[in-house]
């Protein structure tokens, strides 16, 4: 079971507010973690690949990219 | 020419650069403007539907409707 990291910067509760309403409602996420204060986000998922997850998360206007 | 007017919920400069983002990449918008201020965002548009406009800034997480 894949577990893919990005970092997401978001800098008040609405920006990881919005990234959380999006990922809740991404079919194929098992699992996910947003953290405003680590500007972090970890989703588990078996069903969709870590540029998928990527492509949703950017969709919400935030500067993302995969964790090195 | 229509413009059309949503109340989106901004809480920092964060949320509405993501509001920004997203309807700066998307084809058919002619003008618009986000405020945090007000907490509205007026789109101009001969290409799109106020519904299909709404969708779009939805997708970047945030609650959205279209302004009374």
Chains 1, 2 share one sequence.
Request: positive net charge.
């Amino acid at each position: 079971m894949p577990v893919y990291k990005y970092d997401v910067t978001m800098t008040c509760s609405g920006c990881s507010g919005a990234v959380t309403r999006v990922l809740s409602k991404l079919d194929g996420v098992k699992s996910f973690d947003v953290s405003l204060e680590t500007q972090k986000v970890t989703v588990d998922s078996d069903k969709l690949s870590e540029q998928e997850i990527l492509e949703k998360i950017q969709k919400t206007g935030k500067a993302a990219k995969v964790s090195a």
